[in-house]
Antibody, heavy 115, light 107 residues
């Protein structure tokens, strides 16, 4: 069973760029779409976007100007960069496998935006 | 974007009760719908996809129905481990969107 693990800074200052990484436990990174989803504390889920191993990406229009997803198949890692962060970007960020329905999830990483 | 409206936002129930959660899409999505269960501090877990397809290992007391714009998740004979939050998600078109969630609480 595949295991996903998010990593990155837990605290980011407003206007900065946050970089998160999702490490995938096996070589399936080349076979599936990989998705990022976030959840502000106490709130619902928001789809950020997805990426395939070819580099093909789909982004949520609400975040498209600030998000970049990338994949490193040699390291079995997917990365997310979110720029110009504000307090509204404070959330638990999850990586998940698949394009349409998300069967495997990481444990999530809380990113707090605060000065 | 397709808006997903879930109701109720919370429900109080007892062990053994039956609970029904409704999800309405702002436009037709066929059967491109999933239901997730989320417990505090944990990632969501997919229970049902394609509106009614129960995922492996999910108890049969969970049932999903619907197509088009109206969907329901029914939990029959609620068990202690079922007290959690539930979310619907449309997979018809990007951006894939979630309902606002329903918290099933113990009465």
């Amino acid at each position: 069973q595949v295991h996903l693990q998010e990593s990155g800074p837990g605290l980011v200052k407003p206007s900065e760029t946050v970089s998160l990484t999702c490490s995938v436990s096996d070589d399936s990174i080349s076979t599936y779409y990989w998705t990022w989803i976030r959840q502000p504390p106490g709130k619902g889920l928001e789809w950020i976007g997805n990426i395939y191993s070819s580099g093909n990406t789909n982004y949520n229009p609400s975040l498209k100007t600030r998000v970049v997803l990338s994949v490193d198949t040699s390291r079995n890692q997917i990365s997310l960069k979110l720029s110009s962060v504000t307090a509204a970007d404070t959330a638990v960020y999850y990586c998940a496998r698949d394009m349409y329905y998300f069967h495997y999830w990481g444990q999530g990483i809380l990113v707090t935006v605060s000065s | 974007d397709i808006q997903m409206t879930q109701s109720p936002s919370s429900v109080s129930a007892s062990v053994g009760d039956s609970v029904t959660i409704t999800c309405r899409a702002s436009q037709g999505i066929g059967i491109w719908l999933a239901w997730y269960q989320q417990k505090p501090g944990k990632a969501p877990k997919v229970l049902i996809n394609a509106a009614s397809s129960l995922q492996s290992g999910v108890p049969s007391r969970f049932r999903g129905t619907g197509s088009g714009t109206d969907f329901t998740l029914t939990i029959s004979s609620l068990q202690p481990e079922d007290f959690a939050s539930y979310y619907c998600q449309q997979a018809h078109s990007s951006p894939f969107t979630f309902g606002g969630g329903t918290k099933v609480e113990m009465k």
